[in-house]
């Protein structure tokens, strides 16, 4: 009881504060929140479908619905229609930007035009497979002289549903035998037997040899970035999800509990678990909240009585984030979470609210009103 009062009060907030920043908003693209406001990105940046994302949970429920979210995150999906058709901004995140978008939309009403997005975006997707290597290549050459053909980083785990969302919805298996391909080179990998996870994982391209580890947004090679571990735990989880297998599963729960083990008293984790001193420690809310779901996700997985320790996990951290990050009075501020932390080793969007803080945070709340259906 005493739960479901804080997560009533805190969908209100929630609602209230969207209400008044999707004015200014409206079908745009935010970001990371600088001095208050949100700073818009271009729809082809990999965080695009977190704020149509969010709209969509919100409308979703009858205590929340507003036929305005529904046209913002409706025009928003339709931007992304150039980014898609244009090719050359693709990357791999492309199940963030039309999971939380199309897929979400076609989930909602079973709308054609939607479909037909999300499966050509889950065909560019599968493009991306490298067959020596087992994976799905991460970025492109953005810089000169870029060479990252071999490269497969960890958050791409979250792209993985749109491939098997492409497989359940049109009944061909082949979206599926890539992600789990791609999954099982997550597990051989990228997750340690501690639990931790690398970011980057470099593979010779042409052979498919693993090469090296690369330390990317997490401090060092071989410290253990945050975020990075909440993509694992809410991949893997969805992974089993979708496909049902078990390795998937244990292996949300082994990088859970190394998540777990190491958060800090209020429940809401540094940027990276393992920081020499004199380093800042500055939290990352977005990695708390994302793995909040993951753990959420491992809960409705198992039984009863193993639930309760990832229950119990996912209330804290959310209900911490509600408590003591949350800017809910702050008129001044558009962030719904504050203290998120995008990339410390390039200082770009460090201790600010982040949108997919924002969303996940907004995800994990209707997971505890006793929704669990996801736009993944
Ligand atoms: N996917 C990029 C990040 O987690 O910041």
């Given at each position: 009881m005493e739960q479901i009062k804080w997560v009533n009060e805190a969908w209100e907030k929630v609602h209230e504060k969207v209400t008044r920043t999707s004015i200014r908003i409206g079908a745009r693209f935010p970001h990371a929140s600088v001095d208050g406001a949100y700073v818009l990105e271009a729809?082809?940046?990999?965080?695009?479908g977190f704020w149509p994302g969010l709209l969509w949970l919100l409308y979703r429920d009858p205590e929340s619905r507003d036929e305005r979210f529904k046209d913002i995150a409706e025009a928003c999906e339709k931007q992304l229609d150039d980014v898609l058709i244009g090719y050359?901004?693709?990357?791999?995140?492309m199940g963030f930007m039309w999971s939380l978008t199309s897929v979400a939309r076609y989930k909602l009403f079973g709308e054609e035009q939607s479909r037909k997005r999300a499966l050509l975006a889950a065909s560019v997707l599968s493009g991306r497979f490298n067959v020596k290597g087992n994976y799905i290549r991460a970025?492109?050459?953005?810089?000169?002289?870029?060479?990252?053909?071999g490269w497969a980083i960890i958050d791409c785990m979250m792209n993985l549903p749109l491939l098997y969302w492409a497989s359940e919805t049109t009944g061909d298996p082949r979206f599926k035998h890539l992600a789990m391909e791609h999954a099982d080179t997550v597990l051989a990998h990228f997750i340690r037997t501690d639990g931790s996870v690398n970011h980057i994982v470099i593979f010779?391209?042409?052979?498919?040899e693993f090469e090296s580890v690369n330390g990317g947004q997490g401090?060092?090679?071989?410290?253990?970035w945050s975020r990075g571990a909440s993509w694992a735990i809410c991949g893997m989880a969805l992974s089993y999800r979708y496909t049902g297998e078990i390795r998937y599963l244990e292996a949300a729960k082994r990088v859970s509990h190394f998540f777990m083990a190491n958060l800090p008293e209020d429940s809401v984790p540094h940027w990276d678990f393992r920081l020499p001193p004199g380093v800042e420690r500055y939290r990352d809310t977005s990695a708390g909240a994302c793995a909040a779901c993951g753990l959420l996700e491992i809960a409705r997985s198992v039984s009863e009585e193993e639930a309760a320790l990832y229950q119990k996990a996912a209330d804290s951290i959310l209900r911490s984030l509600y408590e003591n990050?949350?800017?809910?009075?702050?008129?001044?501020?558009?962030?719904?979470?504050?203290?998120?932390?995008?990339?410390y080793p390039e200082r770009r969007n460090v201790d600010v609210p982040l949108i997919y803080g924002d969303y996940f945070f907004v995800e994990g709340l209707a997971r505890l009103k006793g929704n669990s259906d996801t736009f993944w």
């Open positions: 729809p082809h940046w990999w965080t695009a050359d901004q693709l990357d791999h995140d970025w492109n050459p953005w810089g000169e002289g870029d060479r990252n053909e010779d391209p042409q052979t498919g401090y060092a090679p071989n410290s253990a990050y949350g800017a809910w009075d702050n008129q001044e501020e558009e962030g719904l979470i504050l203290h998120g932390t995008s990339h």
